[in-house]
């Protein structure tokens, strides 16, 4: 699939206390999750390669998308479709570099002056705002809340080459009408699927929730 048309995207660790990760990804992607992004600091490389096969064979049959978190070094490896930093992770420049023209690249934001950046950045497919709501994936990371996703809309509305971008943080079936609300069509969810304990029946109630794109 195009990244470009990307509603839902799925962050979730390796679930290697529930041994059911091939499961879980075939499960989210049936209930229509566009991104899955393997996010788990606990794991070695090794691991996460490993990991990322068994994402990546099933991304491919359902023909979605999936990506790779933080290290370039292992996106390259796994051939990761799409690579995601952080503010003060390996610069754009850089992972372009290491990765070539292929692979999408996405960024955090959590200030009007990132997403400005953001919108006008080379090397950068795709951006997220947030956290909206304080979320225990992300101690320490004060909230943003609602009205930096307003911005975000008004801006990438106005800007020359939009770009997507998602809401990202505490969103759950009792939060993301607020989100798009304020502005938002794609969101980033983690525990709204991780802790369901149907993963496709919640992934379907979250992209019923949300607006067709433009």
């Not at 393997?38 to 068994?54: F, M, N, Q, S, V």
């Not at 850089?94 to 292929?102: F, I, V, Y």
């Not at 969103?171 to 938002?184: R, S």
């Not at 991780?194 to 607006?211: F, G, I, V, W």
Request: glycine share 8%; net charge negative.
């Amino acid at each position: 699939m195009d990244q470009m048309t990307a509603r839902l995207y799925l962050c979730t660790d390796a679930r290697k206390d529930r041994g059911d990760f091939a499961d879980f990804v075939h499960a989210a992607f049936a209930g229509g999750v566009d991104i899955i992004q393997l996010r788990d600091k606990t794991i070695d490389a090794a691991e996460e390669l490993d990991y990322l096969e068994i994402l990546r064979t099933v991304a491919e049959q359902r023909a979605r998308l999936w990506a790779v978190n933080d290290r370039a070094d292992i996106a390259g490896l796994a051939g990761a479709p799409v690579f995601h930093v952080g503010q003060t992770d390996l610069p754009l420049a850089s992972a372009r570099t290491l990765l070539g023209p292929a692979p999408r690249i996405g960024l955090s934001t959590h200030t009007p002056e990132q997403v400005d950046a953001a919108l006008a950045a080379d090397n950068l497919d795709y951006f997220c705002v947030g956290p909206v709501w304080a979320t225990p994936t992300k101690p320490g990371r004060a909230a943003v809340g609602t009205e930096l996703l307003g911005y975000a809309a008004e801006q990438s509305a106005s800007a020359a080459s939009p770009r997507p971008w998602f809401a990202i943080g505490g969103i759950d079936l009792g939060t993301i009408d607020q989100v798009v609300e304020a502005g938002a069509t794609r969101v980033v969810v983690v525990r709204a699927i991780t802790d369901a304990d149907d993963p496709t029946d919640a992934a379907q109630r979250l992209l019923a929730s949300l607006p067709p794109l433009d």
